[in-house]
T-cell receptor
Framework: EDKVVQSPLSLVVHEGDTVTLNCSYE??????LLWYKQEKKAPTFLFML????IEKKSGRLSSILDKKELFSILNITATQTGDSAVYLC???????????FGTGTRLQVTL | NAGVTQTPKFQVLKTGQSMTLQCAQD?????MSWYRQDPGMGLRLIHY???????DQGEVPNGYNVSRSTTEDFPLRLLSAAPSQTSVYFC????????????FGPGTRLTVT
């Protein structure tokens, strides 16, 4: 059975801290891994990772994929209160581009 | 471009009623899908379509029907609503290039009493 597991389930940090969110997966016909940010509405796209070892970066956020060990991490440096959200990891599998989501990591950034 | 649109935003149904959640996209995307999101469960795939006239089941298809008569529209039908179908429903689309970046609609919050 295809599985995507995210950890931790939730965490609370102070503004300015650096956080690392984890996503491990066991799926058939892996194509890519996606990270989304979800506030009180629809998920918004952050990164798409298809190759091992190549870091994707956008401002204070970065992500990397390890296809041998079957995991990805999402790093957020110098966190801000606006980073408070649920971060979702999803794996794209098969030719039909089906997504399997993890349950998400709820991040709360406090002042 | 409006992107992915969904209607209605909110809906309350009584057990046994039927209804259709509407989803449309104007990006000429081949791939469209429906997810439900429940607390602690993440998003789960209900049904998906890889093009007009082609649909298939996802992880949790029971109690839902779909059809895809046009590239733009992908409605989700609840045949006989049950309280277990209380959830937030998201429609998504992608260009179907294979790597799967998907664009989500704003969601429909459905309550079945």
């Amino acid at each position: 059975e295809d599985k995507v597991v995210q950890s931790p389930l939730s965490l609370v940090v102070h503004e300015g801290d650096t956080v690392t969110l984890n996503c491990s997966y066991e799926v058939t016909n892996f194509r890519s891994l996606l990270w989304y940010k979800q506030e009180k509405k629809a998920p918004t796209f952050l990164f798409m990772l298809t190759s091992s070892g190549i870091e994707k970066k956008s401002g204070r956020l970065s992500s990397i994929l390890d296809k041998k060990e079957l995991f990805s991490i999402l790093n957020i440096t110098a966190t801000q209160t606006g980073d408070s959200a649920v971060y979702l990891c999803a794996v794209v599998r098969g030719t039909a581009s089906k997504l399997t989501f993890g349950t998400g990591t709820r991040l709360q950034v406090t002042l | 471009n409006a992107g992915v649109t969904q209607t209605p935003k909110f809906q309350v149904l009584k057990t046994g009623q039927s209804m259709t959640l509407q989803c449309a996209q104007d990006m000429n995307h081949e791939y469209m899908s429906w997810y439900r999101q429940d607390p602690g469960m993440g998003l789960r795939l209900i049904h998906y379509s890889v093009g007009a006239g082609i649909t298939d089941q996802g992880e949790v298809p029971n109690g839902y029907n779909v059809s895809r008569s046009t590239t733009e529209d992908f409605p989700l039908r609840l045949l006989s609503a049950a309280p277990s179908q209380t959830s937030v429903y998201f429609c998504a689309s992608s260009s179907g290039t294979g790597t799967g970046e998907q664009y989500f609609g704003p969601g429909t919050r459905l309550t079945v009493t």
